[in-house]
């Protein structure tokens, strides 16, 4: 069984689509779908926004299901100057870029007491994604960073430290969160996003367009992945 997430419901609208639908549940207020992608059996549903959001609800469904498989896909921010807006990262690895104990002695992103600071993705899942032929944009394989902040204008230490410290190419609000949940559980996991802004203020001018674009490419990336295995 796969667990597909996205933080809104706006970026896993079109996975929901590709589903043909068994059965329905509700957690914490949300829907969540259960039935077959590309033959296999797959939960897809949404988080909500946040590490704590998206780590209480992938954790439940874990507990509920036992999924086989993660995927987190969405939006994200780039901080590379080799992506541009439209273009696909796929997570090589995820990081909490605000995990911050190193008062204390620990590494910048590195969780206190667990020795757990970059989680790793899934290598046959990043090789299924990295053959997904893309229209109009490029694949780019890096480090996903996560916190709990919308990065839009980041002032030039901040982006040294998300580029330069912490090795990060996009940057979000949810994928080393449910990356950790999936980790503790031994899920093999995969992060997958869509840039929408180059952290810099200047999101796609008609922004609501975007979304509907890349929510497609979104699900057909996933749509690929699954029918892989």
């Known amino acids: 069984m796969y667990l597909v997430l996205c933080a809104m419901k706006e970026e896993v609208s079109k996975i929901i689509e590709k589903i043909d639908v068994l059965e329905k549940y509700n957690f914490f207020g949300m829907e969540f779908f259960r039935g077959k992608l590309c033959n296999h059996e797959a939960i897809v549903g ?35 100057n080799n ?84 090795k990060g190419i996009a940057v979000e609000m949810e994928g080393a969160a449910a990356a950790l949940a999936a980790k503790l559980n031994n899920i093999p996991f995969l992060i997958i996003r869509v840039i929408s802004d180059k952290c810099d203020g200047k999101a796609p001018e008609d922004f609501n367009k975007f979304l509907k674009k890349s929510s497609k490419t979104i699900a057909d990336m996933v749509t690929h992945i699954v029918h892989s295995f």
Not at 48 to 54: H, P
Not at 115 to 131: F, P, T, V, Y
């Open 83 to 166: 992506i541009d807006i439209g273009d696909i990262v796929i997570s090589t690895d995820t990081i909490q870029h605000d995990m911050d104990a190193s008062a204390l002695g620990f590494k910048k992103g590195e969780i206190p007491y667990t020795g757990i600071r970059l989680i790793e993705a899934d290598a046959e899942m990043i090789n299924a994604a990295k053959s997904f032929k893309a229209d109009n944009c490029k694949i780019v394989l890096g480090r996903i960073l996560t916190g709990d902040r919308f990065i839009s204008i980041s002032k030039p230490e901040e982006r040294n430290f998300l580029v330069e410290e912490m």
């Open 46 to 80: 949404m988080t909500g926004v946040g590490k704590v959001m998206a780590a209480i609800v992938t954790q439940k469904l874990i507990d509920v299901f036992s999924p086989e498989k993660i995927i987190f896909s969405g939006i994200a921010g780039g901080l590379s």
